[in-house]
């Protein structure tokens, strides 16, 4: 499946609100979790069953309910049911291939993220995406497949004291969106780690796995900045929302969200050009390197050249040459002949010409 783009021929032709599930099955059953919590209590359950799901919470509680496992269509509609949600809404959240983005309903913000993977040097980038819908008193978060990103939080959650417990889901829906750039930060810091051990080494002596790794890491930091720049202007905007749900206080810690959208897109341009540098170190390299060649090859032909050009005029033409008489000759110079042909692979080898 292609990273850039997600296939969309399962949903060609449908209309519009039509629930189908575009992306990979990561987990094998949904699973949900709910947090129902005011400033003094805390209840956290595991649902079984998506029946199980309770109403709405009342002016003294606050929700949080999270999915794990987006690929059950009749998960999502049985969720979008209980909180009335709209079916464009329920549609974008099955297609894991959207761009990210916020919508401003009249009883409810919508907005979906991408969450980034970073493995081994040796593996691609992929990303995961999280949508969010907060209403009056409850936050609904729905996940690919269960993730560490949001652990913090929870914990954070659990504190009495904790600003999540005494605020509403506006706010709870700001420190995950916060994870989610942290994220995308430290991501961004793996790679760029990465990037500048590839310089040291290029800068010593270049090779040819050098250079696949040099497009490599290029191709990874045009996908990062393809699933974090629309964040900027996401959050831009929820910050010049007129909308119900988000309070005066919680708005003063999202204007801070911009500032890490801007460090992580100022960090790729860096290492974007530290990767266009290296590609033109190597292919700098590579010349000199060849230039090097050609001249040892240059000077080597034109010490035989004049021997040659003697050996074409005379040719073997003499008298005495004892070489001629000697039973084994024939076999002695066949073999100094190949003998002389591996040393020189072995010497061009050992010099990396070939």
């Not at 829906?173 to 790679?191: G, I, P, W």
């Not at 500032?259 to 033109?280: C, H, P, R, V, W």
Request: net charge negative.
């Amino acid at each position: 499946m292609a990273r850039f783009l997600n296939n969309k021929d399962q949903k060609a032709g449908m209309p519009p609100g039509s629930l189908v599930f575009t992306g990979q099955h990561k987990i094998s059953e949904p699973q949900i979790r709910v947090t129902e919590y005011n400033s003094s209590d805390l209840e956290e359950t595991a649902l079984e069953s998506v029946t199980d799901i309770p109403e709405c919470p009342a002016q003294t509680k606050r929700m949080w309910l999270n999915l794990d496992g987006i690929h059950d269509a009749e998960v999502i509609k049985k969720i979008g049911d209980s909180f009335n949600l709209s079916p464009l809404v329920m549609e974008d959240i099955l297609d894991t291939g959207q761009r990210p983005f916020v919508e401003d309903y009249q009883d409810q913000i919508f907005t979906t993220l991408k969450l980034l993977i970073a493995g081994s040097p040796e593996q691609k980038v992929f990303t995961e995406q999280i949508s969010f819908v907060l209403g009056e008193n409850f936050l609904i978060s729905f996940q690919e497949q269960p993730n560490p990103t949001f652990d913090p939080v929870r914990k954070r959650l659990m504190k009495h004291k904790s600003k999540i417990r005494n605020y509403g889901p506006d706010y709870l829906f700001y420190t995950l969106v916060d994870s989610v750039l942290e994220n995308y930060l430290k991501v961004v810091e793996v790679m760029g780690e990465r990037i500048e051990d590839l310089e040291e080494e290029v800068t010593d002596e270049p090779s040819k796995e050098h250079l696949e790794s040099i497009n490599f890491y290029r191709r990874e930091i045009a996908y990062i900045r393809k699933a974090i720049r629309p964040v900027r202007e996401i959050i831009l905007k929820l910050n010049k929302l007129d909308s119900e749900f988000i309070a005066e206080e919680t708005l003063v810690y999202m204007k801070d969200l911009p500032n890490m959208i801007d460090q992580a897109l100022d960090s790729l341009e860096i290492y974007k050009d530290i990767l266009g540098d290296l590609f033109t170190t190597y292919n700098m390299y590579m010349a000199t390197r060849l230039n090097e060649t050609m001249k040892f090859l240059t000077v080597f032909s034109t010490i035989f050249i004049p021997l040659t050009f003697l050996a074409g005029i005379y040719g073997m033409n003499f008298d005495f040459i004892p070489e001629l008489h000697y039973k084994s000759g024939y076999y002695v110079l066949l073999c100094l002949m190949i003998a002389i042909a591996i040393a020189m692979l072995v010497f061009f080898r050992k010099r990396k010409w070939i």
